[in-house]
């Protein structure tokens, strides 16, 4: 892999996009400052809700055919579609929401958007 898949895949990975090796968030959504091991600053990013919009549209394309397929073929009861559904679009939600702002924060690293312009000029 080369160019923007590697800082994709590192950002999923919740890695840093430059050196692959420090982590890119502190806390579970909360990104670093900067990279303990570089020193690459974090604090620039500005993915604010986007990956969570991801989240929401990527969920809903697996979930609601599925859920639609089961209504048609086994008619289940509610309380049954909701005890098995709604445990299931929350641990996807939760499974996914980091990887996807990794990814969302690589990706304006790697493009020099908003206050990365300085380090891809670095990196050139």
């Not at 809700?49 to 929401?56: R, T």
Request: proline share 6%; hydrophobic share 50%.
């Amino acid at each position: 892999m080369t160019g923007a898949a590697t800082y994709l895949m590192r950002g999923f990975a919740g890695r840093c996009p430059n050196c692959g090796e420090g982590h890119l968030f502190r806390a579970f959504l909360k990104v670093a400052d900067h990279c303990e091991k570089c020193g690459e600053p974090f604090r620039y990013h500005r993915a604010d809700d986007f990956p969570a919009y991801l989240v929401i549209i990527l969920i809903g394309h697996i979930v609601v055919p599925i859920a639609m397929w089961i209504e048609i073929a086994y008619s289940p009861s509610y309380w049954l579609q909701a005890a098995i559904g709604l445990p299931l679009i929350v641990g996807m939600a939760l499974g996914l929401l980091q990887p996807i702002k990794g990814g969302v924060v690589a990706l304006q690293w790697h493009m020099g958007m908003h206050g990365f312009a300085e380090s891809k000029l670095s990196r050139s």
